[in-house]
């Protein structure tokens, strides 16, 4: 399994500003491209079919399959600022005016240059998120900065599952019972449930319309709807793929609204998960904003949503719910936006900005669907031999009956010529007398 990570340089982030004639250009840097491998660790298994485990995943960098370097330099929104503005902008004036002061003392402007490898997994030190830590306003648990810093082979970072096993129950298998030790999120009423599987396991899948999947990193679950099959390593599969409900916030499913959660509701096609990331103004979306609402890419430029590239897809054997391909891409977003408390705040417009999006890709390997064609003839292999070999028995019956007839009328012939022989050879000898 190969994690993609695509970077956004912003090219024009010095006329940023609400004034500005030009709209903010990005342009996408990447793939850089790691090698994924995923363990399951601290099992604990119980007696009500459930197993209780935490997940560790490995990443390491592949420079052969990446497009640039980890030393690629990017140029972004201060991630830390605007996390630490979004997160205390509901404080007094006075809170927000001294942490402006504090920030601009420390250097910091609304825009950073980073490499791709600060951003993406070693963290970068900063004196803002620093001191942010020691005052408590700041919202980020870490001594350093990166999307996925202190992710990379730790067994507790994900959380602790607890998932079904099938033992009782096999069209349970993989669904998630409980994360972290409830089975509710964050969010709001129905979109705060723990449901849908890990992504490893899954139950059979013969007509099922959608599927759905919990991820830790979002705090949710992710549905995904069927479209059509198709064959893969000589296995016919079903594919599910995302459609513009996945990430719907109430503009196209009512019941979705709880994903606003007394927020302002933006417009479809990007969900808040802000109460998941620490209260970052954390936003996530198909990459490019791929069948979100246009106005996210109409107030910057650089978006090129592409089906075939950005479409979140898995496809399925479906009598064993085995996945024989994967797809899983997602876009990370933050929200700026005007603080007149703020200086660095004051005249920039809002805009969601693209911060990056990644790919998880796998294949299931041809000696793994080899073993599984295998597997899905057996009964009807089981049946061939079954009958055939109950055939073979009654024509071997039928054999033995013709033989067994055919020698007992033989040996009741010999018997009569036996007896006329007897007959004959006895008549001279009774006439002599």
Known sequence: MYLEMYLFNWTNADEFNSHATTKPNFVELGPYVFKEVDYKVNEVWHDNGTVTFQQKRVWHFEESMSKGSLSDKVTNLNAIATTIA????????????????????????????????????????????????????????????????????????????????????????????????????????????????????????????????FSSDLCTSLSLTMQNTTVHQGLVGTKYVSDKNMLDNGTNVPSRKCFCNEVECQPSGVLNISSCKFGAPAFISLPHFYLADESYRNSITGMNPNKEKHEFSMTF???????????????????????????????????????????????????????????????????????????????????????????????????????KKVKTDVSPIVDEF
């Open 86 to 213: 979004y997160t205390i902008r509901h404080r007094s004036r006075f809170i927000r005016e001294t942490v402006n002061t504090l920030i601009r003392t420390a250097g910091e402007t609304i825009i950073t240059t980073k490499t791709a490898g600060e951003l993406l997994f070693d963290g970068y030190k900063d004196p803002v998120l620093e001191a942010g830590s020691v005052a408590n306003y700041s919202g980020i648990p870490f001594d350093k900065f990166a999307w996925f810093y202190g992710r990379n082979n730790s067994e507790t970072y994900d959380g602790i599952f607890n998932m079904f096993t099938g033992a009782t129950d096999i069209h349970k298998i993989g669904s998630i019972e409980k994360w972290k030790y409830s089975n509710r999120t964050k969010f709001a009423g129905y979109c705060g449930i723990v449901n849908g599987t890990n992504g490893d396991l899954w139950p059979p899948l013969p007509d099922n319309k959608t599927v759905s999947i």
């Open 317 to 419: 054997e479906p009598t064993t719910g085995i996945p024989i391909q994967i797809r899983a891409t997602v876009q990370i977003s933050l929200l700026v936006q005007p603080d007149d408390a703020m200086s660095l705040f004051r005249n920039v417009p809002k805009t969601y900005v693209p911060m990056m999006w990644f790919a998880q890709r796998a294949d299931l390997p041809s000696s793994y669907a080899s073993g599984i064609i295998f597997l899905l003839i057996l009964p009807t292999l089981g049946c061939v031999i079954f009958y055939g070999i109950a055939g073979i028995g009654v024509l071997l019956f039928f054999i033995g009956s013709v033989l067994f007839v055919r020698r007992r009328r033989g040996h009741n012939e010999e018997q009569k010529l036996i007896a």
